[in-house]
């Protein structure tokens, strides 16, 4: 029965071939309102906050006070997701504290190194560079703003 065999397949493709068609236009649909992008800024921020434009201005939550940021060193902010660091004094950046090995969040900052605890990448504190691996990339960096001393995204 070998023309029993065939149709069934030829039945069975088209089925796939239909499934994978109605798949794909769900993907492409995405109706009457655009989505908001998800993607980085241009200047490779991600965006803090989705609040209209005009309502607040454009100042994230306070991520720390400069205070709590060591010279040489940093904070892990784990509610944002975020370090802040202090490479020199005076001083202060911000990167994700996501690391880019497996997505695990960096649990210190010791001894100029930013610390993820799940595979022993670091990260140092004046760049985000990588210090030691397996890490394939540097930290992303955030933008923060210090006013006073208080230390905030944006």
Known sequence: MSGGGGTSRRVVLAAGAVALAAGCTEYGDEGAEPKPPDSPAPDGTTPASKAPAGDEPPVGPEL???????VGGGKVVKDRKVVVTQPESGTFKAFSAVCTHSGCLVAEVADGTINCPCHGSKYRVADASVADGPAPRPLAEEKIT?????????
């Open 64 to 70: 720390a006070k400069t205070a709590d940021v060591p």
């Open 146 to 154: 210090v006013t006073g001393n208080s230390i905030t995204l944006g």
